[in-house]
C-alpha cells in the first residue's frame, strides 16, 4: 500500500532501521536521514540531517533491553523536539520494560511508569506501540497512546491454516483474556496452562485446565523470551493428547537458550511478528510483517482520521 504525505517524515532508530524502512515504503515515503556519532567510550549522538521544523515526526525503534535501544528513543526524540518538530510521535513496535508494570513484592520499581515518564519528559507527543505486556500501560501517560493489537496480523494467518479441532491455548492464567479473545474471534474451544515459578524465566510446575486430545492447539502469548514457557507447554499438551501445537508471540525476544529450546520441542511453529529483529533463523519460525499495520495507523494520525478498525481486540 502507498500514501501521500506531505508533512510527516520518518526516522529509525538504529535497532528498527530494517523495519522502519518496510514502514516508510509501505506509507510512501523515503526514510528521513539521521547519523549517530559515537564517542570513544560509548557515548553516542543521533542528529537529524534534514530539516524537521514544523512537521509531524515518526520515530521508529523498539526498546528491547539494554538500555541504549530506550537511550536512544529519548535522544532522537529530544533532537527532534528541539529541532521545532511539531508534533514528535514515538513508534514502538515493542515497548521495552512492560513487564515491570506492578510492585509484585516490597522495594522494586515500576520500570514501565518511569520509561512512560522518561519519553513524556523527552518531547514525545504521542505513543504508538502494539501489544503491551499489560494494557494498564497506556494508563502510565498523559499523552495520547495508540495501543495496536498484533491479532489482525495473526488471525488471517491462522485462518489460512483451515485446522480442523482447533483449540486456542493459554501458556499462564495472566494470558486468558487474550487467549479467549481469539477463540471468539475463531470460534474455538479454549484450554489454559497454569504454571508456578521458582524464579523469574524458572518454572517449576505446570498443569493443563482443559482436554487438548485430538485438538490441533495454537498457544497464545504477547512476547516470548527463554521460551521455556512456550516450550514446556507444547510438550505438556503433545503428552496429553494434542495432534499439533503451535504458538503466536507477537514479540520474538528469544533471549538466552531460547533458539535451541525451539528447536527441541514439539511445537510445530513459532509465527511471531518483526517488532524486534531476530537474532538467528531456525525454520520453526514464521514471521509476519507489521509494518502494512503501522504504515496505515500512522497515516491515518496524521491526517487526523479513525483507527478503530485496526483494535480487533
Known amino acids: 500500500m502507498s500514501y501521500e504525505a506531505k508533512e510527516a517524515k520518518i526516522f529509525a532508530c538504529t535497532q528498527s532501521t530494517y523495519l522502519a524502512e518496510q514502514i516508510a515504503k509501505a506509507y510512501g515515503v523515503k526514510l528521513g536521514n539521521v547519523i549517530t556519532s559515537t564517542y570513544s567510550d560509548g557515548e553516542f549522538q543521533p542528529s537529524y540531517e534534514e530539516s524537521i521544523r514544523g512537521t509531524r515526526v515518526f520515530i521508529i525503534g523498539s526498546t528491547h533491553p539494554g538500555p541504549k535501544n530506550l537511550m536512544e528513543m529519548l535522544l532522537m526524540i529530544d533532537a527532534a523536539k528541539r529541532a521545532s518538530a511539531r508534533h514528535v510521535t514515538a513508534v514502538m513496535p515493542y515497548f521495552g ?10 522495594r522494586v520499581p515500576i520500570a514501565a511508569k518511569l520509561v512512560a515518564k522518561m519519553l513524556e519528559a523527552a518531547g ?6 502494539m501489544d503491551l505486556h499489560a494494557d494498564q500501560i497506556q494508563g502510565f501517560f498523559e499523552k495520547p497512546v495508540d495501543h495496536l493489537f498484533a491479532s489482525t496480523i495473526f488471525l488471517p494467518y491462522l485462518k489460512s491454516l483451515n485446522l480442523d479441532n482447533l483449540t486456542i491455548a493459554s501458556p499462564d492464567m495472566g494470558g486468558s483474556k487474550r487467549a479467549y479473545a481469539y477463540s471468539k474471534a475463531l470460534k474455538s474451544d479454549v484450554v489454559i496452562c497454569y504454571k508456578q515459578r521458582a524464579k523469574a524465566n524458572v518454572i517449576s510446575h505446570m498443569e493443563l485446565i482443559g482436554d487438548v486430545t485430538g485438538k490441533n492447539v495454537v498457544l497464545v502469548d504477547d512476547m516470548v523470551d527463554t521460551a521455556g514457557t512456550l516450550t514446556k507447554a507444547a510438550d505438556l499438551m503433545m503428552e496429553r493428547g494434542a495432534l499439533s501445537v503451535r504458538a503466536i508471540c507477537t514479540h520474538p525476544i528469544l533471549s538466552g537458550s531460547a533458539y535451541e529450546k525451539l528447536e527441541a520441542s514439539k511445537l510445530e511453529e513459532l509465527i511471531v511478528t ?28 496524521h491526517h487526523n482520521e479513525s483507527i478503530s478498525n485496526k483494535f480487533v481486540m
Not at 537474532?279 to 494520525?301: G, P, R, T, Y
Request: with cysteine; hydrophobic share 40%; glycine share 0%.
Open 97 to 106: 520494560w512492560a513487564r515491570q508494570d506492578r510492585k509484585d513484592k516490597p
Open 124 to 129: 514525545a507527543t504521542r505513543i504508538i506501540t
Open 274 to 301: 518483526n517488532s524486534i529483529p531476530l537474532k538467528q533463523e531456525s525454520k520453526k519460525l514464521k514471521v509476519l510483517s507489521c509494518a502494512d499495520l503501522f504504515a496505515e495507523v500512522m497515516h491515518h494520525v
